[in-house]
C-alpha cells in the first residue's frame, strides 16, 4: 500500500527514539513490499527555536495531508521559564486539537521479562492486559485558563457529547477484548464528573448491553491499579486523570520506555506517540529506551494503516528482543543497549519474521 507518515521527532530523546521509528517504518515498507513517503516537520521546543511558533502552519499542513503522524515527545528546561510567552507543550495540545484525536489508546501488557523488573511483587503483575482510553481534546488542559492578583484558574468544561464519543469509542474496542470497561472519576466532588458519570451509565444501559461496565472513584483506582491490575481491562476516563494514571501504570510495565500510544478521532489521521515525555535527564546520550515508540509505530501501522500482519510482526519482534535482554539503561545496569542497539535488535528479528 501506499502512506504518508509525518515524523516530528520534537525535543530532548524525541529525535532519539524518532530516528528508530523512522528506520524502522522504512525497513516494514521494504521487507512488506508498501511505498511509505515520510516527510519531516517541526514541534515543540525546536520549532520554537526555528520560527517562535510550537506549531507551525506548515507542521499542521503536513500532518493533515498525511495518513498518520508519529511523534517523539515534546518540552525541556530550555523552555521552561514560567513568564515564557509560548511553550513547548501548547505545541501538541494544537496538534491533538487540529487533528481531532479525542480517543488516546493506551494499552498496557507487561511483558513477563519486564514484570521482573518492575518494583512490584512479581504475583500482582501476572495477567495484566488493560487498556487505557485518555479523553484528550477536552477537560482542564483545554478549559479557559486565567491569573488573577494572587490566583489562577483553569477551567474543567466537558460536554455531553465530548463524552458519548469517547464512551462509544470505548466501549467498541471493549467489545473486542473481555468486554469489560471500568470508567475512573470523581463523582463525590466534581460537577463534570457527574455528567461524566451519567452519560456512561445512559450510553453503556443502551448501546452496548454486551459489555460490563463499573464506575470507580480515581482516588482508589489509584491504589487498585496497584494493588489489583490484572481486574481491569479497558479503562475510561478524562484528560487529567487519564495522563497521571498511565504514568502510574507504566510502573506496572516496568518503565516509561516501554508504553505506546495511539490517538485517534473521526478523521483521517492518527497520532502516535510513546507516553513519555522528553526526558532531558538523559537526552543526548543515546541510552533512552526506544520501545514505547517502536510499539507506538505498530499502533500506527494496525490503527492508521490497516495493516495488522505488519503490526503484529513488529511487536512480536519488540517482544523477543526483551525476552533476550536486549534492554537499555532504564531496565538493566549491566550491559545496558543503547538506543540504536535496541532498535538494531527489533529490525534483525523482524526481518527473521517477514
Ligand atoms: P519524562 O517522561 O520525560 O521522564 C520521566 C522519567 O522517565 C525520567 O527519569 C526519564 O529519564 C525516564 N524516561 C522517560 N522516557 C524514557 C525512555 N524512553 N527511556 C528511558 N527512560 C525514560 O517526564 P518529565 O521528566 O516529567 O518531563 C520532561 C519533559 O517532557 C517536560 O518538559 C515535560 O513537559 C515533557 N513531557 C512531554 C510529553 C510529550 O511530549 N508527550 C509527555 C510528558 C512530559
Ligand atoms: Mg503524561
Not at 1 to 8: E, G, P, S
Not at 9 to 24: F, H, N, Q, R, S
Not at 105 to 130: C, F, N, Q, S, W
Not at 233 to 262: C, H, K, Q, R, Y
Request: charged fraction near 20%.
Amino acid at each position: 500500500m501506499k502512506a504518508t507518515i509525518t515524523l516530528l521527532p520534537g525535543d530532548g530523546i524525541g529525535p532519539e527514539v524518532g530516528a528508530e521509528a523512522e528506520k524502522l517504518l522504512l525497513a516494514v515498507a521494504r521487507q512488506f513490499g508498501h511505498e511509505f513517503t515520510l516527510q519531516t516537520g517541526l514541534i515543540g521546543g525546536a520549532a520554537i527555536d526555528a520560527t517562535g511558533n510550537p506549531l507551525p502552519e506548515e507542521t499542521i499542513t503536513l500532518c493533515k495531508q498525511s495518513d498518520a503522524v508519529f511523534l517523539g515527545a515534546v518540552g525541556g528546561p530550555k523552555w521552561s521559564d514560567p513568564n515564557a510567552p509560548v511553550r513547548p507543550e501548547q505545541g501538541l495540545l494544537k496538534l491533538r486539537a487540529e487533528l481531532g484525536v479525542f480517543a488516546n489508546l493506551r494499552p498496557v501488557a507487561p511483558h513477563p521479562a519486564t514484570a521482573e523488573l518492575a518494583p512490584l511483587k512479581p504475583h500482582l503483575l501476572h495477567g495484566i492486559d488493560m487498556l487505557f482510553v485518555r479523553e484528550l481534546t477536552g477537560g482542564s488542559y483545554f478549559g479557559a485558563k486565567r491569573r488573577e492578583a494572587d490566583a489562577a484558574v483553569d477551567e474543567c468544561r466537558y460536554t455531553v457529547a465530548e463524552i458519548e464519543r469517547v464512551t462509544r469509542r470505548a466501549a467498541q474496542l471493549a467489545r473486542g477484548r473481555r468486554r469489560k470497561l471500568t470508567h475512573v472519576d470523581k463523582a463525590n466532588v466534581l460537577e463534570t464528573s457527574r455528567l461524566w458519570r451519567s452519560t456512561v451509565t445512559r450510553i453503556m444501559d443502551s448501546e452496548y448491553p454486551d459489555v460490563a461496565y463499573e464506575h470507580v472513584l480515581v482516588d482508589a483506582m489509584a491504589m487498585h491499579l496497584l494493588t489489583r491490575p490484572s481486574h481491569f481491562d479497558v479503562v475510561l476516563t478524562e484528560n487529567l486523570f487519564g495522563d497521571i494514571l498511565t504514568d502510574e501504570a507504566a510502573v506496572l510495565a516496568g518503565s516509561m520506555g516501554l508504553l505506546p500510544s495511539a490517538s485517534v478521532g473521526e478523521g483521517k489521521v492518527g497520532l502516535y506517540e510513546p507516553i513519555h515525555g522528553s526526558a532531558p535527564d538523559i537526552a543526548g546520550k543515546g541510552i533512552a529506551n526506544p520501545y514505547a515508540s517502536l510499539l507506538s509505530v505498530a499502533l500506527l501501522l494496525r490503527h492508521s494503516l490497516g495493516l495488522e500482519a505488519e503490526a503484529a510482526a513488529l511487536e512480536q519482534a519488540v517482544s523477543s528482543a526483551i525476552s533476550d535482554g536486549v534492554l537499555t539503561a532504564d531496565l538493566r545496569k549491566d550491559h545496558p543497549a543503547s538506543t540504536a542497539e535496541a532498535g538494531n535488535a527489533v529490525l534483525q528479528r523482524l526481518s527473521a519474521l517477514a
